[in-house]
């Protein structure tokens, strides 16, 4: 079964350091989000991107925050410069046109310390 | 914004009893779905429901989207062990968006 690849599994990073999460989301899926989930929490969105551009975002979603679909099969998130407060699980999903149904990653672990 | 309400927050069960949990908000969702999810991974959808009234069965699971458009229910018959994890509902943030809003979960324990 298809399936959305997230890399790194765990990430650790010290605060103040650019990061950038990766997702290989579902070949023929073309509709990108970044979900996250604060250790304990609901998962929050993010972002979604369509088209080559960000169709929604989040409050969360602020100028720290960037995504980019550098080629055919990659969907990037970069924090710019990472808070303690960005820990957290950050899951990439994917969906086809008409359906709510996305297909989400296994997750990025961010500690930012 | 939009709340979706889970209850129980958490929930023991023994192997082999039927689970019922659910998931409310104070405004109407034309979606509905559940999604269950395993410590350290991503969310698996397990049910979509798009229509009031609806009763969609996947296996032993059993979900229902309300009437009223404000609640949606989730049953699973004869739990097992591998049922345990956190189900999670969530609709559309918005009317035309696919944007989700996800309530806080419902965690599963299932004691053999």
């Known amino acids: 079964e298809p399936e959305v690849t997230q890399t790194p599994s765990h990430q650790v990073t010290q605060m103040g350091q650019e990061v950038i999460l990766r997702c290989v989301p579902i070949?023929?899926?073309?509709?990108f989000y970044w979900y996250r989930q604060i250790l304990g929490q609901k998962v929050e969105f993010l972002v979604s991107?369509?088209?080559?551009?960000?169709?929604?975002k989040s409050e969360i979603f602020d100028d720290q925050f960037s995504v980019e679909r550098p080629d055919g099969s990659n969907f990037t998130l970069k924090i710019r410069s990472t808070k303690l407060e960005d820990s957290a699980m950050y899951f990439c999903?994917?969906?086809?046109?008409?359906?709510?149904?996305?297909?989400f990653g296994s997750g990025t672990r961010l500690t930012v310390v | 914004g939009q709340q979706l309400n889970q209850s129980p927050q958490s929930m023991f069960i023994q192997e082999g009893e039927d689970v019922s949990m659910n998931c409310t908000s104070s405004?109407?969702?034309?979606?509905w779905l559940w999604y269950k999810q395993d410590p350290g991974e991503g969310p698996v959808l397990l049910i979509a429901?798009?229509?009031?009234?609806e009763l969609t069965s996947n296996g032993r699971l059993t979900a229902q989207f309300g009437i009223t458009r404000k609640d949606s229910f989730l049953n699973i018959s004869a739990s097992i062990p591998s049922d345990v994890g956190i189900y999670f509902c969530?609709?559309?943030?918005?009317?035309?968006?696919?944007?989700?809003?996800f309530g806080k979960g419902t965690k599963l324990s299932v004691i053999p």
């Open positions: 429901l798009y229509k009031a009234g």
């Open positions: 405004s109407i969702f034309n979606t």
């Open positions: 999903a994917s969906r086809t046109a008409g359906n709510y149904g996305y297909t």
């Open positions: 969530a609709g559309p943030s918005g009317a035309g968006s696919y944007q989700l809003t």
């Open positions: 991107f369509y088209n080559n551009e960000i169709s929604e």
């Open positions: 070949s023929n899926h073309l509709y």
